[in-house]
């Protein structure tokens, strides 16, 4: 148990994760991978924060994964179980999610779900690459909504310069307001 700033922040992180997330990660997981995550577990239990961590904990199921949505993304799978094998699969399978377009700010650290210091972020990358998966073309199992597309807006020259001349209606205008000569009350005079 951590005290001080850290115990703080490890709480404030902890309070933050939502087990319906996990779940909904876990059942799409499950379904596009076609096995169980933990064999016996009830499908419409949660796991919890520390056993769906340790599911993912050596990175297999992740790197199977993403193989999956995008084959060959992991070259090599780690089968061992010491730590830095078990690190590299996680490491891996970060550096393919990431070539496979979900952005860098929705990955996780390796740390974060191997010593389980930050599950909620975990998630949240897993959903990230659900979403990612549909906007990729990938006809399986859905995970959340789909990723908004671009849709710019290109106006010609003449469209532009007629914008420049509507006053919005909360904008008004300034034209003739000043606040010349007004006065909110006596004014404060100094004397020496």
Sequence with gaps: MAYGLT????RKIKGKYDINL???ARIWIEDVLQLELKEGADPN???GQSEFQQCLKDGKILCQLINTLSPGAVKKLNEGKMAFKMMENISNFL???EKYGVSRHDLFQTVDLYEGQNMVQVVNAIHALGRKAQKNGYTG???????AESNPRNFSEEKLKAGQTVIGLQAGTNKVASQAGMNFGKSRSIID
């Design 7 to 10: 115990g703080e922040v490890q």
């Design 22 to 24: 996990e779940q909904e």
């Design 45 to 47: 239990q949660a796991l």
């Design 95 to 97: 550096t393919a999610i």
């Design 141 to 147: 199992p859905v995970l959340g909504v789909k990723e």
